[in-house]
């Protein structure tokens, strides 16, 4: 809003800010903070209006000439995937998005596999099953849309402890026509190229993509860049029309022989899937898309251990 200032030197509306901080504390100490000099050229009926109030609870004011010299990066987050399109919105048969959310781990030799370029590991990590099964109306190829968001749990409590955002991404596979119900092996990953991935492999707390793909079934494999890295994650679905799903396990795990057995096995490297981008982030493929209706499946692994089932050991000496 603009407000209306008077003093002997300006006279005139002066575009400000409203902001909140959403931890509730620290607050601006500028000009127009709670309390500052320049409230006093506001008239009291003003100051109602816009409903000022001196509180120490993250709210405060800044003309927007100190917001934008102190802020250099400005992220506007819309609360659902609704089209944003204004003759969309106001159509009576606006569409509504649905989404759908399972709640993961990923945990040190049972469920944290790391991104692809570890293929002996990254079967482990929890896989979320999709079903696409109508194209978009509107889709002259008839593809379907799948938004998906993968979000950090907790970390922001844990910063003061000096714990960083993991480095995070995601990548989908194609199932076919008869997928294998339960987890999918190694040897499904060897062998099958993805079908989408996530912009980047970033230490963010929250990534998304946007994706089309062909009517079908799919897994979805959020993961940290690097094995054994260990955090707790959401992920969320987003579908024009109502979805639905089930949570299903299986035991995954190594124990320490299995791991060394891993590590000694990775010299026959594999290409990398996933490379490292500036910034700290790493690049893989980007995707688009938009869908109809989904079943949304979480294939998340126990901590429960059992055999890995791993190639011919391999003896080097040293």
């Known amino acids: 809003p603009k407000v209306e200032i008077e003093t002997p030197r300006k006279k005139g509306k002066i575009p400000m800010v409203r902001i909140r901080n959403p931890w509730g504390e620290s607050e ?60 969309e919105l106001n159509a009576r048969s606006k569409k509504r998005w649905e989404s759908t959310c399972e709640s993961g781990s990923w ?34 190829d008839n593809m379907c849309t799948l938004l998906i968001a993968v979000l950090q749990k907790d970390r922001r409590k844990i910063k003061k402890q000096g714990i960083e955002m993991l ?90 022989d299995q791991l060394e057995m891993i590590s000694i096995c990775r010299l026959q490297a594999q290409p990398p899937q996933c490379c490292p981008s500036k910034g700290g982030s790493f690049v893989t493929e980007r995707a688009t898309s938009r869908q109809e209706a989904i079943a949304f499946q979480a294939l998340v692994p126990s901590r429960t251990a059992r055999a890995a089932v791993l190639g011919p050991k391999v003896v080097i000496g040293v």
């Not at 469920?111 to 079967?123: E, Q």
């Not at 230490?203 to 799919?218: A, D, Q, S, T, V």
């Not at 993961?223 to 707790?232: A, H, K, R, V, Y």
């Open 28 to 87: 601006w100490n500028g000009a127009w903070s709670d309390q500052s000099e320049e409230w006093k050229f506001i008239s009291q009926a003003e100051r109602n209006e816009i409903g000022l109030v001196y509180e120490d609870d993250g709210e405060f004011w800044m003309s927007f000439q100190d917001f934008i010299s102190n802020f250099q990066k400005l992220e506007i987050c819309n609360l659902a995937p609704d089209s944003l399109d204004e003759d």
């Open 107 to 140: 945990v040190k030799r049972v469920s944290a596999g790391g991104c692809r370029n570890y293929l002996d590991t990254f079967w482990t990590n929890p896989q979320f099953k999709v079903s696409l099964t109508d194209p978009d109306d509107d889709d002259d």
């Open 167 to 256: 480095t995070i991404g995601y990548m989908i596979y194609n199932l076919g026509e008869n997928p294998k119900s339960g987890m999918q092996d190694m040897n499904f990953f060897k062998y099958h190229p993805s079908s989408g991935k996530s912009a980047s492999f970033i230490n963010m707390r929250e990534i998304c993509g946007r994706h089309k793909l062909e009517p079908g079934n799919y897994l979805i494999i959020p993961s940290t860049f690097e094995p054994n890295c260990e955090g707790d994650f959401l992920v969320r679905v987003f579908t024009e029309k109502a979805s639905t799903g089930g949570l299903m396990d299986e035991e995954t795990g190594f124990d320490d």
